[in-house]
Structures are given as C-alpha cells and as structure tokens.
C-alpha cells in the first residue's frame, strides 16, 4: 500500500493562492496516478485533479480548470495542487489519493490510497 501525507492547507482570502503537497512513501512504484480530492460537510467527496506518475497527463474537474495546476516530482515521490483565484466554494478538506484501478482518456477511478486530509479555507 501507498502511505500519503498532505500538507500546505490553511487560510486564504478570496483572489488569493495556496499550493498542497503530498508526499507518498511505501510501495509507490506501483501507483500509475495520483490525485486529488475534496470534500465539505455538506457534499459528498469530489474529485479535483488527478495526474498520470510516468506521462505526466493531467484531468481536472471542471470547477477548478483554469485555476488549479497539479504537477508531479517523481524523484520526491510528491504530487503538488496549486490553487489559484481562489474562492470561498474551493473551502473544503482536501485529500490526497493514490493507487487507482485504473485510467483512461477520461479520468482515473477507485483510488485504493488515501492521506489524512488538509484543511483549505477561503475567506470572502
């Protein structure tokens, strides 16, 4: 299994710009993909972007392109979420998730590893 740890949320006006970092560890070369997810309260969790670890392609949910960027550093075994014009809906917890089943040219499904979670929080 994969072990993540988040780290990089906190508290950010509106407009303003955050970056997350995961760092993975354990047998993490056998994760084609990484991403992230978010979840509040109220809603159930979402996906946000994931990336492929060897292609570097990227998917992103629709209300974050544009604005968020996820990158990789495969010597660090880390995954980062830029998070740009941030608004007061992108307040959520937000997790890091590796190991999926599989990917296609739409998207990566049934990620089998999950971090602890970061607290994003946007102030209007």
């Known amino acids: 299994q994969v072990q993540l740890v988040e780290s990089g949320g906190g508290l950010v006006q509106a407009g303003g710009s955050l970056r997350l970092s995961c760092a993975a560890s354990?047998?993490?070369?056998?994760?084609?993909?990484m991403g992230w997810f978010r979840q509040t309260p109220a809603k159930e969790r979402e996906f946000v972007a994931a990336?492929?670890?060897?292609?570097?392609?990227?998917y992103y949910a629709d209300s974050v392109k544009g604005r968020f960027i996820i990158s990789r550093n495969n010597a660090k075994n880390t995954v980062y979420l830029q998070m740009n014009s941030l608004k007061p809906e992108d307040t959520a917890v937000y997790y890091c998730?590796?190991?999926?089943?599989?990917?296609?040219?739409?998207?990566?499904?049934?990620?089998?590893?999950w971090g602890q979670g970061t607290q994003v929080t946007v102030s209007s």
């Open positions: 998730a590796a190991d999926p089943r599989y990917c296609s040219g739409y998207g990566c499904s049934g990620f089998n590893s």
């Open positions: 354990g047998r993490t070369f056998s994760t084609i993909a």
């Open positions: 990336i492929r670890w060897s292609s570097g392609i990227t």
